[in-house]
């Protein structure tokens, strides 16, 4: 359970590189799996498995942030030039951030 919880930064990860290469769909498809899989988490009770709290917590955080840019990509989409959108996505960093801050 909690490899399948580390899964989730990945997916993450891919879906913004997703939006950022203009493939949406793909963005919109991992967005629906990880809502999936976090429902699937919240029946979990905490106590069941150890550091389950910890790891859901990022998964939260993880899902926010590819339902942020799925929200950009709908509704500021045609607002802003592609490349404007991406930088918005990706932070003044210029790339994607770890679960723990940093950048891959």
Same mark, same amino acid.
């Given at each position: 359970? @909690? *490899?399948?919880?580390?899964?989730?930064?990945?997916?993450? /990860?891919?879906?913004? =590189?997703?939006?950022?290469? &203009?493939?949406?769909?793909?963005?919109?498809?991992? @967005? *629906?799996?990880?809502?999936?899989?976090?429902?699937?988490? /919240?029946?979990?009770? =905490?106590?069941?498995?150890? &550091?389950?709290?910890?790891?859901?917590?990022?998964?939260?955080?993880?899902?926010?942030?590819?339902?942020?840019?799925?929200?950009?990509?709908?509704?500021?989409?045609?607002?802003?030039?592609?490349?404007?959108?991406?930088?918005?996505?990706?932070?003044?960093?210029?790339?994607?951030?770890?679960?723990?801050?940093?950048?891959?």
């Amino acid at each position: 359970m @909690l *490899g399948l919880s580390d899964l989730t930064g990945e997916l993450m /990860r891919h879906s913004i =590189n997703a939006v950022a290469a &203009g493939n949406t769909e793909r963005a919109f498809d991992v @967005l *629906g799996f990880m809502r999936a899989i976090t429902s699937e988490y /919240r029946n979990v009770p =905490n106590h069941q498995v150890f &550091g389950i709290r910890k790891k859901f917590e990022v998964m939260e955080q993880s899902l926010a942030k590819v339902e942020k840019a799925c929200y950009a990509v709908t509704v500021r989409g045609s607002e802003y030039p592609k490349e404007m959108l991406v930088k918005m996505l990706q932070g003044d960093g210029g790339g994607v951030q770890d679960d723990d801050g940093g950048d891959d």
